[in-house]
């Protein structure tokens, strides 16, 4: 099974960086997923990753350590349309558990 | 031309009625997902269904029953609903999980 933590809150300022944190536990693991929702809508796709490294992808990157079980979602040059509930999800035995989130909030 | 759409999107009902929740994906997806999402935010799968197989199965009160007549199409009905059935239930599907997977918009269910 997995056991995926997150913080529960953070708060940046705009035009700042964030870095949002997850470790996971997890037996047969597949891939570690980033996920934005905004509060009342849908989750949507923002990163993956399997192998170790970073995967950058405009101004949001993530990162995987396998051996660590950690990875981070880096939220750069934050918009205040980037308020929202970043959900890290691992795959394996052929579904996404999520974590809680981390509902981050931008302030002008 | 939405890829993952569910009907409704809000459902207000009492106690002790069935209701159902109907998704449809024109992805081409074979494989479909049902979560359910709690006040506290927190996404848990329900079910899962491949090819119109289910695959996945979690920890859920026989009240809730899925139905995939054809691979593009994953329904779910609930019976004798309670109060602690009030979420937000998202439908999803992927091609293959290993590239994550796309949400619908959600129906927002509350049992009164």
């Known amino acids: 099974g997995q056991n995926i933590d997150q913080p529960t809150e953070m708060t940046a300022t705009e035009g700042a960086i964030v870095q949002i944190n997850c470790t996971y536990q997890?037996?047969?693991?597949?891939?570690l997923f980033w996920y934005q929702q905004h509060a009342g809508e849908a989750p949507t796709f923002l990163s993956y990753?399997?192998?170790?490294g970073l995967e950058e992808k405009g101004r949001f990157s993530s990162f995987l350590s396998r051996s660590k079980g950690y990875s981070y979602l880096l939220l750069k040059e934050l918009q205040m349309k980037d308020s929202a509930s970043y959900l890290c999800a691992g795959y394996n035995d052929y579904k996404l558990s999520f974590g809680a989130g981390t509902t981050v909030t931008v302030r002008a | 031309d939405t890829a993952v759409s569910q009907t409704p999107k809000y459902l207000v009902t009492q106690m002790g009625n069935d209701k159902s929740i109907k998704c449809e994906q024109n992805?081409?997806?074979?494989?479909m997902y049902w979560y359910k999402q709690d006040s506290k935010k927190f996404l848990k799968i329900m079910f899962s269904y491949n090819n119109k197989e289910l695959i996945i199965n979690e920890t859920v009160p026989n009240r809730f029953s899925p139905k995939s007549p054809d691979k593009a199409h994953l329904n779910l009905h609930i019976n004798s609903l309670e109060l602690g059935d009030s979420a937000v239930y998202f439908c999803?599907?992927?091609?293959?999980?290993?590239?994550?997977?796309?949400f619908g918009s959600g129906t927002r269910l509350t049992v009164v």
């Open positions: 997890t037996s047969g693991f597949n891939g």
């Open positions: 990753n399997v192998l170790d």
């Open positions: 992805l081409g997806h074979d494989t």
């Open positions: 999803a599907s992927s091609h293959d999980g290993n590239y994550g997977y796309t």
